[in-house]
């Protein structure tokens, strides 16, 4: 599924990187997914940074002895024989969600399981492993986020709608970038629900007394 | 890989189980992996190989980067045991022929990033590879190694950048 929307806001170097090499929690690594699934600019770049990884692989031989190489050979033949060709992958359906992130949600849009989180913003959150949570939020035209600042990393990508924060405006496709300097207030715009897929690798911290108590009961 | 595809064609496989074999067991074991489950990983890696031949687009990824992907993959799925969210792929249904001057001109810049690799500065190099083999994010390099991250990113801003002007 290609969207010809124009997207301004983009995966970074590090990301690229530790997507190709597979070091990233598969939290940040479902966030890179859908944003290459709509970015044929950082897919190009995710293809230069596998390569760099091919490059790798062929330099990282180690001296095997060809009776030991046989032996496995025809152990990957036999496995071979054994087991049926890899039937063609199923063709994505297309809707507001690529197909990586229809395969955590369970279908597309009308698939999620809202729950309110306060102040008309919901949210849904998604099964990953611990090192980084990921979720998605609902935000109604107009309303704010509550105010937060970061611990760690934080990435934002836009699927439908758009937000804006201090200092620019995201619209679907559009990945934002947020780490521990950054503090601020996105903001929904005017139009549908904007949604985002949010993923970060340490709890939000928010300021004041009521958020941090919604927080826990949200496991935000 | 294309006699793989086509003829089903077990010495071509053979040809590329003797190369890739030993370099996929090392860079697992350079990952972390104990010999037992690098020897297990790269089984499955070669045995997906031969499956999933059909889908290898010399115009798009050397062999060697596309075999580094199917390792990798395996790798998270094995070690980690979580999925891979992959992206959609871009074409759907009867591919066409690659052109062959494109897979030339891609075997041609695979050879170049290699050598533009070796090329690079010791330092530089040594953190590209254990960001690839170590399973490592910028982060844990920095634990590792104890050098700041500033550095480690500069140094990996650095590489990329002569990556990219050697690639030019």
């Known amino acids: 599924m ?25 939290a940040f690594n479902l966030v890179v997914a859908t944003h290459i699934s709509l970015c044929d600019e950082c897919r190009a770049q995710l293809g230069a940074y596998e390569a760099v990884g091919g490059a790798m692989l062929e330099e990282a031989g180690l001296n095997a002895g060809t009776a030991e190489l046989a032996v496995e050979l025809d152990a990957v033949l036999a496995a071979i024989d054994a087991g049926p060709t890899e039937p063609p992958a199923a063709k994505p359906t297309p809707g507001v969600f690529p197909s990586a992130l229809q395969d955590y949600v369970g279908g597309d849009l009308e698939a ?26 609902r935000i109604p035209a107009g309303a704010a986020m509550p105010d937060h600042g970061h611990h760690g990393t934080e990435l934002t990508l836009v699927l439908q709608g758009a937000f804006k924060d201090e200092n620019d405006r995201f619209a679907r496709g559009d990945i934002e970038i947020a780490t521990e300097a950054d503090h601020h207030t996105p903001i929904a715009d005017v139009g549908p629900d904007c949604i985002c897929l949010a993923a970060t690798d340490a709890p939000l911290k928010f300021r004041g007394l009521l958020p941090k108590l919604a927080q826990r009961f949200a496991r935000i | 890989m294309l006699r793989i595809h086509t003829s089903q064609d077990r010495e071509a496989f053979a040809e590329l189980f003797n190369h890739f ?28 190989l031969w499956r999933k031949a059909h889908m290898f687009d010399p115009a798009r990824a050397s062999v060697s980067t596309w075999i580094f992907t199917i390792a990798r993959n395996r790798r998270i799925d094995l070690l980690r045991k979580e999925r891979r969210p992959e992206p959609d792929e871009l074409t759907w249904g009867p591919e066409a022929e690659p052109e062959q001057t494109d897979v030339i001109a891609l075997q041609q810049e695979s050879a170049q990033l290699t050598k533009a690799l070796a090329d690079l500065p010791e330092k530089q190099r040594i953190l590209i590879q254990q960001a690839y083999y170590g ?34």
């Open chain 2, 21 to 48: 074999g030993p370099r996929v067991k090392a860079f697992l074991m350079k990952s972390g992996s104990s010999m037992t489950m690098a020897e297990e990983c790269t089984q499955d890696v070669m045995v997906t």
């Open chain 1, 2 to 26: 290609n969207d010809m929307t124009q997207i301004n806001h983009h995966l970074t170097d590090e990301l690229l990187m530790g997507y190709a090499a597979g070091s990233l929690p598969e």
């Open chain 1, 112 to 137: 999620v399981k809202w729950r309110g989180v306060g102040m008309g913003v919901k949210q849904a959150i998604l099964k990953t492993s611990k090192s980084a949570s990921v979720r998605l939020l």
């Open chain 2, 135 to 168: 399973d490592l994010t910028h982060s844990e390099i920095a634990e590792q190694t104890g050098l700041p991250l500033g550095t480690i990113k500069s140094r990996i801003r650095l590489a990329l950048e002569r990556l990219r002007h050697a690639m030019k």
